[in-house]
């Protein structure tokens, strides 16, 4: 995240200092968005506090502070080339349509019945693509120099025709459920003319005999703007290839041919045409065939290496990616006065991730990272007691959300082509996971007045804030003159550290510092 670290927003000048904790504490390794959740967390709640502070709207200031369409490409204070985007035309889009009014009705009707309810917006720039580079940033400049450039990343992908026109494939993914065989089907498909189905996907890495690379794996959402964009370059070569064979046989010129319904033939004659599988087995069974100086054989590697992704500067400034996406969430949260758990009422999440390469797996990958994103906010958390004891190591007590947990979401798209890509894809797969934590805080500070929120919002850390907290002027009157349920016996919490009033605990379930699971999910 280092040359985003200033996110969406146009600041120019930034100053970066870094710190290495040592912790005997649970390590966290990196999944999903790594090092986004921290970032967008700390610049999203800013963003809100700026605006209470100020007396001003939250949405305003990001509108006045976001990257305006006509900068583009833009070049961040620390490195990053934003391609392309139309921030403000996202937000635009996600509140219209009586969005945005609606969530506004649903917070002036709950607040005027007496109930905590909160709206949330977060903007976010999804990196793509990570450039090899940044790792050397961990080196002092004259480290980095005895020890020579390190930048970039090659994705590699190579498409195989046998005798019959069977297609094959291998590519420098491993599969983990994000559908990239779907995907690398479809772009081969397309180039060649023939269906989906019609291409075999092997996705089976043995870096003994498979094309690869120190950038090769499923990581840092680099299928989209790289092994994607690799396969439309093998799968283009190929047909280039092909394009001259069947020139030769047709008895037309190269610029005359096209690829469609599993045939080659003349875009000028369609009749003068001859089988896929046809041509292809020309350059097997039958070299003699073959256009002068072309080897037979059909196998063609494509290799990408985007020169975008230069070295680190000996001021730490680099492209740490090669695209950038851009993602918008608007949410409205309402809180149970007596459980303190957090509902999420309507959330509503815009992705613009370029061209879509398939919306159905566009989507899924949305789905995906929004649950893990709704666990940090809400669920998931490593806990310790005084002594450094670890208190979450099962499933009991670590919150992992299941569908009941999981709010509903809308997702819209937005598609401003990558610059920097044939395809204009940029990467998608771990957005919410960025976003959506930041989005619901904000939501929660809305909602509860708060200025300081730790994560996840769980009842005991929300009745925290309650008690510390500076009711809205809306809420004010409702608190003051009704019986509240924050006036109870005072119990010590290790999730927050100090002696609050707390709502007393029914005998049938168990205490917030024992198993946790049915306390937090307010069951009984």
Known sequence: MHGAVT???????????????????????????????????????????????????????IRRNLIPTEKFPYRTAAGALYDSGDYLGA??????????????????????????????????????????????????ADARERAGPKNGAVSLVTVNVGPLGDVSMTADVTVQGQGHQTVLSQIVADRLGLDPADIEVTLEMDTGKDAWSIAAGTYSCRFSPGTAVAAYVAATRMRDKLTRIAAKQLNILPDDIEFADGQVRSRSNPDNALPFGRVAGTAHWSPVMLPDGMAPGLSETGVWSPPELEPPTSDDRINTSLTYGFIFDMCGVEIDPVTFMVRVDRYVSMHDAGTLLNPLIADGQVYGAFAQGIAAALYEEFIYDENGSFQSGSFADY????VNEV??????????????????????????????????????????????????????????????????????ATLASSPSPLVAEGVRSEDYGATVPHPPTPASSPSPQGGRENYLRGRP
């Open 7 to 61: 996110g969406a927003y146009d600041i120019p000048n930034v100053d970066v200092t870094n710190r290495i904790v040592l912790t005997n504490k649970m390590p966290a390794s990196l999944i999903r968005g790594f090092g986004g959740p921290q970032l967008y967390l700390a610049i999203e709640r800013l963003v809100q506090r700026i605006a209470v502070e100020l007396g001003l709207d939250h949405l305003d200031v």
């Open 91 to 140: 937000v635009a889009a996600t509140v219209g349509d009586g969005r945005l009014d609606d969530l506004k009705r649903r917070r002036v009707a709950a607040r005027a019945a007496g109930k905590l309810y909160g709206i949330g917006f977060a903007a976010v720039v999804e990196p793509g693509m990570s450039n090899m580079g940044y790792l050397s940033t961990l080196l002092s």
């Open 399 to 402: 919150l992992v959300p299941t």
């Open 407 to 476: 709010p509903k979401l809308e997702i819209l798209h937005q598609e401003t082509p990558s610059r920097l890509t044939p395809l204009g894809a940029k990467g998608m797969a771990e957005g919410n996971c960025m976003s959506t934590p930041a989005c619901i805080a904000n939501a929660v500070a809305d909602a509860l007045g708060a200025r300081d929120i730790s994560l996840p919002l769980t009842p005991l850390r929300v009745h925290a804030l309650l008690v510390g907290a500076e009711p809205a002027p809306t809420r004010a």
